[in-house]
């Protein structure tokens, strides 16, 4: 079997990667200086060359009369003091060649004869005596005869060496560059990917169980730091939708149970019994009925609950809430016989879920009637404040003890003996529809002697014209039923 094969690491990868493109750019940049460099220089040594030229051609042209040209050649080149490296070289009209001090290896140079012989051009590069020489060549002429030709050469040693120096000290500039960019972006990569890591890890120690694990990251606020913040609250919201998954599952077990064992009691007897008696079956069986009903009415509401933590549980839409409040009373006062109030009720178009909205009105409405008596009053008061839309059911029943009005809003909480036949289930569900709506739900005293229970909703907030949230023309009179 063949060995696994071994993956680099992210940062040695992302580095080498880097490094290439580095290398590429540097190599470029590199190529373009050292090219400008030796263009350079061989443009200031032809510069020089040939004005040595051209002061040698202006001087025989203006030589005292009757000297010849090889006599003003042989004294010129006596008296020139030429710059280091250069020389020059006059070729005569019988063909011999007359030149400065140390140009004896360039006089008697066959490359600079043919090129003399067969030149198409006033510049080139010769070898000679393996040395480079740059050679620059200017006609000499008298009353426009052509009498001999001025070459200027200089030595290329020293421009070479130059040029040398110049690439020396530009690839250990580009390497020093190159090292430095590879190994910054290799340490703050490590540096990065080691937070990178530590999250990968506490994610899997999340998913082994350890739901208290959490980064707790107080370094810098970029990209990955906000990454950690992040990873901690989601950390934080499935550490508590586990938490309340298990209290969920508790509850249920616990409140199931005792339906359950009366149903299986009651069969128990009526099969010991024979089920002799036809009374005692029917009474039996409607009471197993009953119980079964009630334990389908508390799934249908813990399903509600669990469908309320889901991202679609809401399907908004328009809603005048003058009309909703209205049809809700309606509804209502076939519950009960009680004295129905309604408030005047802002002239408010909201964006909301009605029919989840509802149902919890509704939930509260029940309540209330759960909690009065015949002749009593409940009262759903609507109303608009700093933006939120408040929706308040109001009775006049006993009310609920202030220690209380913050456990009554959990699952199976019971507020007290008048709602003992209830699942429990009814605030807790109002408060998810009201958290879902991104609002909030407060249990306090009513103006009529008994509980007050609101719905804040932060739906009436926000641009109106695109929204269609709030468009309030003023109040209605009172209605009451």
Same mark, same amino acid.
């Given at each position: 079997?063949?060995?696994?094969?071994?993956?680099?690491?992210?940062?040695?990868?992302?580095?080498?990667?880097?490094?290439?493109?580095?290398?590429?750019?540097?190599? !470029?940049?590199?190529?373009?200086?050292?090219?400008?460099?030796?263009?350079?220089? /061989? *443009?200031?040594?032809?510069?020089?060359?040939?004005?040595?030229v051209?002061?040698?051609?202006?001087?025989?042209?203006?030589?005292?009369?009757?000297?010849s040209?090889?006599?003003?050649?042989?004294n010129?080149?006596?008296?020139?003091?030429?710059?280091?490296?250069?020389?020059?070289?006059?070729?005569?009209?019988?063909?011999?060649?007359v030149?400065?001090?140390?140009?004896?290896?360039?006089?008697?140079?066959?490359?600079?004869?043919?090129?003399?012989?067969?030149?198409?051009?006033?510049?080139?590069?010769?070898t000679?005596? &393996?040395?480079?020489?740059?050679?620059?060549?200017?006609? $000499?002429? @008298?009353?426009?005869?052509?009498?001999?030709?001025?070459?200027?050469?200089?030595?290329?040693?020293?421009?070479?060496?130059?040029?040398?120096?110049?690439?020396?000290?530009?690839?250990?500039?580009?390497?020093?560059?190159?090292?430095?960019?590879?190994?910054?972006?290799? !340490?703050?990569?490590?540096?990065?990917?080691?937070?990178?890591?530590?999250?990968?890890?506490?994610?899997?120690?999340?998913?082994?169980?350890?739901?208290?694990?959490? !980064?707790? &990251?107080?370094?810098?606020?970029?990209?990955?730091?906000?990454?950690?913040?992040?990873?901690? *609250?989601?950390?934080?919201?499935?550490?508590?939708?586990?938490?309340?998954?298990?209290?969920?599952?508790s509850? $249920?077990?616990?409140?199931?149970?005792?339906?359950?064992?009366?149903?299986?009691?009651?069969?128990?007897?009526?099969?010991?019994?024979?089920?002799?008696?036809?009374?005692?079956?029917?009474?039996?069986? *409607?009471?197993?009925? /009953?119980?079964?009903? &009630?334990?389908?009415?508390?799934?249908?509401?813990?399903?509600?609950?669990?469908?309320?933590?889901?991202?679609?549980?809401?399907?908004?839409?328009?809603?005048?809430?003058?009309?909703?409040?209205?049809?809700?009373?309606?509804?209502?006062?076939v519950?009960? @016989?009680?004295r129905?109030?309604?408030?005047?009720?802002?002239?408010?178009?909201?964006?909301?879920?009605?029919?989840?909205?509802?149902g919890?009105?509704?939930?509260?409405?029940?309540?209330?009637?759960?909690a009065?008596? /015949?002749?009593?009053?409940?009262?759903?008061?609507?109303?608009?404040?700093?933006?939120?839309?408040?929706?308040?059911?109001?009775?006049?029943?006993?009310?609920?003890?202030?220690e209380?009005?913050?456990?009554?809003?959990?699952?199976?909480?019971?507020?007290? *003996?008048?709602?003992?036949?209830?699942?429990?289930?009814? !605030?807790?569900?109002?408060?998810?529809?009201?958290?879902?709506?991104?609002?909030?739900?407060?249990?306090?005293?009513?103006?009529?002697?008994?509980?007050?229970?609101?719905?804040?909703?932060?739906?009436?907030?926000?641009?109106?014209a695109? &929204?269609? $949230?709030?468009a309030?023309?003023?109040?209605?009179?009172?209605?009451?039923?």
């Amino acid at each position: 079997m063949s060995a696994r094969r071994t993956r680099l690491g992210t940062a040695t990868r992302l580095t080498a990667f880097l490094g290439l493109i580095l290398a590429t750019v540097l190599g !470029l940049a590199l190529t373009g200086l050292l090219r400008a460099f030796s263009s350079q220089s /061989d *443009a200031s040594t032809t510069r020089s060359l040939v004005a040595e030229v051209q002061a040698l051609a202006r001087a025989a042209s203006q030589r005292p009369a009757g000297q010849s040209l090889p006599v003003f050649t042989d004294n010129y080149l006596r008296a020139r003091v030429l710059p280091d490296g250069e020389t020059l070289v006059v070729a005569l009209p019988n063909g011999a060649l007359v030149g400065s001090a140390g140009s004896d290896a360039l006089v008697h140079s066959p490359q600079l004869t043919s090129w003399l012989a067969g030149r198409t051009g006033s510049k080139t590069h010769l070898t000679v005596a &393996h040395r480079h020489y740059l050679a620059v060549a200017v006609p $000499v002429g @008298s009353g426009g005869v052509e009498l001999g030709q001025v070459i200027a050469a200089a030595d290329l040693a020293q421009p070479t060496h130059d040029l040398q120096r110049v690439r020396a000290l530009a690839v250990g500039e580009a390497l020093i560059a190159l090292l430095a960019g590879c190994l910054g972006t290799y !340490l703050l990569l490590r540096r990065l990917l080691r937070r990178v890591r530590l999250i990968t890890a506490t994610a899997e120690d999340i998913g082994s169980g350890a739901l208290d694990r959490r !980064l707790r &990251h107080t370094g810098d606020t970029d990209e990955v730091g906000q990454l950690a913040t992040t990873f901690d *609250a989601m950390a934080d919201q499935l550490a508590d939708a586990m938490q309340t998954q298990r209290r969920l599952l508790s509850d $249920v077990s616990h409140q199931l149970r005792t339906p359950l064992t009366v149903a299986r009691g009651h069969l128990e007897v009526l099969a010991r019994n024979s089920a002799s008696d036809p009374d005692e079956v029917h009474a039996t069986v *409607a009471l197993v009925l /009953d119980e079964i009903e &009630h334990m389908k009415a508390m799934v249908e509401r813990l399903l509600m609950l669990g469908r309320a933590m889901e991202p679609d549980f809401l399907e908004p839409e328009p809603v005048d809430l003058r009309s909703f409040c209205l049809d809700l009373v309606d509804t209502a006062q076939v519950l009960a @016989s009680r004295r129905w109030l309604l408030p005047a009720v802002p002239d408010v178009v909201v964006v909301v879920d009605a029919a989840k909205l509802r149902g919890a009105v509704l939930n509260l409405i029940d309540n209330a009637v759960r909690a009065t008596r /015949d002749g009593d009053v409940i009262a759903v008061v609507v109303g608009v404040d700093n933006g939120d839309v408040v929706i308040a059911v109001e009775d006049s029943g006993p009310g609920i003890p202030p220690e209380r009005r913050v456990a009554v809003l959990e699952r199976f909480a019971r507020p007290g *003996a008048a709602d003992s036949e209830g699942s429990g289930l009814g !605030l807790a569900i109002v408060r998810a529809v009201a958290e879902a709506h991104g609002g909030s739900v407060t249990v306090g005293e009513s103006a009529y002697g008994g509980c007050r229970v609101a719905l804040r909703l932060p739906v009436a907030t926000g641009d109106a014209a695109s &929204h269609d $949230v709030m468009a309030v023309a003023g109040e209605e009179p009172t209605c009451v039923s």
